[in-house]
């Protein structure tokens, strides 16, 4: 998951299970703390979330730590760059992934769909990724946990009367390496967004979005 706002469609479609004639693998399951993978590994499989949330990692040569993306349910890793993978994947939460051979990505041998669904996903993700890139070059601090906060509004929000409430399974500093922020501004920003009653802080894995409006306007520069 990139911070993206995808379209209604997108949602509905982006995000499905993967369809393929041919007989399911047996499931991946991960125990929070878990390693998928780890970058320089090849890459001999890709997988899509079924339940459960990733978080997948680099580290800079001086040691400082990037978060890449999370990996939310329908979402696909392991995508390969030069035949190993480029991030540490692992898992925030109990996790259940289907695996996919490579080879279905790069051949149309077996399922000609399935070939043409990872294709796609791949597509997406590189669209997806430079949408990111301009996000963290261009926004600002609150614009940019705004912009976080309503995609997983969008994608994993529930109901909660005529609000919405959403899980944070990642930590703060999580969340500042994924938006190129210190974890102290993440933190502030956060009691910006209770302050102005854009959102609640049930605790610190929960946030109740009390004015989703505002928060997508916030998300798009609108500060009115």
Not at 25 to 30: G, M, P
Not at 52 to 75: C, E, H, M, S
Not at 121 to 143: P, T, V, W
Request: proline fraction near 4%; hydrophobic fraction near 40%.
């Amino acid at each position: 998951m990139y911070v993206t706002i995808p379209t209604e469609n997108a949602i509905q479609s982006e995000f499905a299970p993967l369809a393929t004639t041919l007989p399911q693998t047996a499931e991946t399951r991960l125990k929070p703390g878990a390693y998928l993978y780890y970058e320089g590994d090849n890459v001999e499989w890709l997988y899509q979330v079924t339940s459960g949330v990733l978080r997948l990692t680099r580290l800079l040569a001086d040691g400082r730590r990037q978060v890449i993306a999370f990996g939310y349910p329908g979402d696909i890793v392991g995508f390969p760059s030069a035949d190993i993978h480029h991030t540490d994947c692992e898992a925030l939460t109990q996790v259940r992934l289907q695996p996919f051979r490579r080879s279905a990505l790069e051949s149309g041998e077996g399922d000609p769909e399935l070939h043409k669904a990872l294709l796609q996903a791949a597509l997406r993700e590189i669209s997806s990724m430079q949408d990111h890139f301009m996000m963290l070059g261009r926004k600002s601090a609150s614009e940019k946990l705004a912009s976080f906060l309503c995609v997983l509004t969008e994608r994993v929000g529930k109901d909660l009367g005529a609000y919405r409430t959403i899980t944070l399974p990642m930590s703060r500093s999580d969340i500042a390496d994924f938006l190129g922020l210190t974890t102290e501004t993440v933190s502030r920003t956060f009691t910006q967004l209770r302050k102005s009653k854009i959102i609640a802080i049930e605790n610190i894995h929960t946030i109740i979005v009390q004015r989703p409006t505002a928060l997508l306007g916030l998300s798009l520069g609108d500060r009115d």
